[in-house]
């Protein structure tokens, strides 16, 4: 074989290569990402429930010009979504001896502690306060 047939021979094959890798790439690109199913939270006993019915939900105002806002989830009676510096986390009731109104996320650890003279957000797995002395419009007035 001679030199010019076989450097033809190599560069059809490298191209058809070539060819079908950005074919793979394209498909690639264009299959859209899946996101895993989120599986439904956790039923809610009857007095969790009912203590939900005491969250004050909207903004609430806090220390360092930072505000937290708590809206309930239509879609699963009890449960609250927490908004907190871009992130959003779903919240269940939990009851408490003390009267106080307790939010929790127990997959990211987080604690949404409510009285009536302020709220603040707790990182429960550091035991650190994320923010402070929050206020909704009910808890300002």
């Known amino acids: ?12 094959t490298l191209a058809l290569a070539l060819l079908a890798n950005a074919a793979v790439a394209t498909e690639k690109r264009k299959a859209p990402a899946k ?5 439904a939270p ?7 429930i009912a203590h939900a019915d005491r969250v004050f ?4 105002s ?9 809206n309930a989830v239509p879609e699963h ?3 609250f979504k927490l908004e907190f510096k871009g992130k959003s986390y779903m919240m269940a009731p ?6 106080a109104v307790r939010l929790e996320d127990k997959k990211n650890g987080l604690v949404w502690l409510q009285i009536p003279a302020k709220s603040m957000l707790m990182n429960a797995k550091l035991g650190q306060r994320m923010v402070d002395n929050c206020l909704s419009a009910a808890q300002k007035s």
């Open 57 to 60: 939900t909207g903004a609430a």
């Open 1 to 12: 074989m001679k030199t010019s047939a076989l450097f033809r021979s190599v560069t059809c």
């Open 94 to 99: 939990e009851v408490t001896q003390t009267g």
């Open 35 to 39: 996101k895993p199913a989120e599986a």
């Open 77 to 79: 009676k009890g449960y």
């Open 42 to 48: 956790a039923a809610l006993s009857d007095e969790q």
């Open 62 to 70: 806090c220390d360092a010009n930072q505000s937290v806002h708590v």
